[in-house]
């Protein structure tokens, strides 16, 4: 079956580290990637994208790897900030009717 | 602010009822897409219009219907309402297929 898995543990990073965070996925094809950080009670914002053709994405201190051989995308904050705690959720887009499918997400806590 | 706007912000209603929740997309999206997020099940896809068909179905409930009018707004109809269903709703605009979701901050509706 199809699946997107996040790593469903919380993941606490000492400031100042570099948090990276995983998403594998079996069973999908897709033809690109995004990257969103949602915080309580609000929408989800999207950060970064993704295309299957590209291997590396960057903005500022994120950054995107994606491995449609090992079915794994790689998202990684450097110099994390307290600021950046928040649940980052993965979603993949695929088929002809471009369906968005979103993982369950990866609460992240930087620790001060 | 993302420039989507979800209405109402919190919905309370009873078991078997039938709510309407509406979603104005950002300025120049043609695409609208429905979630339903709950603790356990994360964001779960439900439907997606463009430029008011419908281009995707997910995991929608037969109790369930959308449509996106011609000035492109969407409605989610909800009826014959269980506990279960009790969850927030996002709605999200893009400008075309394959590009960054723009999310609302959601109606949060509970079923009692």
């Known amino acids: 079956s199809q699946k997107i898995e996040q790593n469903s543990e919380a993941l606490n990073i000492q400031e100042g580290k570099t948090a990276t965070l995983t998403c594998n996925y079996t069973?999908?094809?897709?033809?690109?990637l995004q990257w969103y950080r949602q915080d309580p009670g609000r929408g989800p914002v999207f950060l970064l994208l993704i295309r299957e053709n590209e291997k590396e994405k960057r903005k500022e201190r994120l950054k995107v790897t994606f491995d449609t051989t090992l079915k794994q995308s790689l998202f990684h904050i450097t110099a994390s900030q307290p600021a950046d705690s928040a649940t980052y959720l993965c979603a993949l887009g695929y088929g002809r009717d471009d369906k968005i499918i979103f993982g369950k997400g990866t609460r992240l806590h930087i620790l001060p | 602010d993302s420039g989507v706007t979800q209405t109402p912000k919190h919905l309370i209603t009873a078991t078997g009822q039938r709510v309407t929740l509406r979603c104005s997309p950002r300025?120049?999206?043609?695409?609208v897409y429905w979630y339903q997020q709950s603790l356990d099940q994360g964001l779960q896809f439900l439907i997606q219009?463009?430029?008011?068909?419908?281009?995707a179905k997910g995991n929608i409930l037969e109790r369930f219907s959308a449509q996106q009018f011609p000035d492109l707004h969407s409605e989610l109809n909800l009826s014959s309402l269980e506990l279960g269903d009790s969850a927030l709703y996002f709605c999200a605009s893009s400008v075309v297929n394959n590009s960054p979701l723009h999310f609302g901050n959601g109606t949060r509706l509970t079923v009692t």
């Open positions: 219009y463009y430029n008011g068909e419908e281009r």
């Open positions: 300025s120049g999206d043609l695409s």
């Open positions: 069973n999908y094809s897709p033809a690109y």
